[in-house]
């Protein structure tokens, strides 16, 4: 796609947009982000588990995250 031409002087956060989608896509459309424990990396392992499954980000979505945003006027 010609970004340039399409979307002007915002061309490359709109590419950007287009890569993340593609990416989220990619992903199984989940709010989900490939980890591995620093142990199992340093031991050339895969990890299988995690102390924390919850997200801060999934959390946030949710509303749940505690923070609360307004905007002013």
């Known amino acids: 796609m010609a970004y340039e031409v399409e ?3 915002l061309a490359a956060m709109a ?3 287009d890569i993340e989608r593609k990416a989220w ?3 199984g459309r989940m709010q989900t982000a490939p980890a591995q424990r620093l142990v199992d990396f340093m031991d050339g392992g895969v990890s299988k588990d995690f102390l924390c499954t919850r997200t801060s980000i999934s959390e946030f979505i949710r509303g749940n995250s505690g923070f609360h945003y ?3 006027a």
């Open 15 to 17: 590419f950007q947009a």
């Open 25 to 27: 896509e990619a992903g």
């Open 70 to 72: 307004e905007a002013s």
């Open 7 to 9: 979307y002007g002087p």
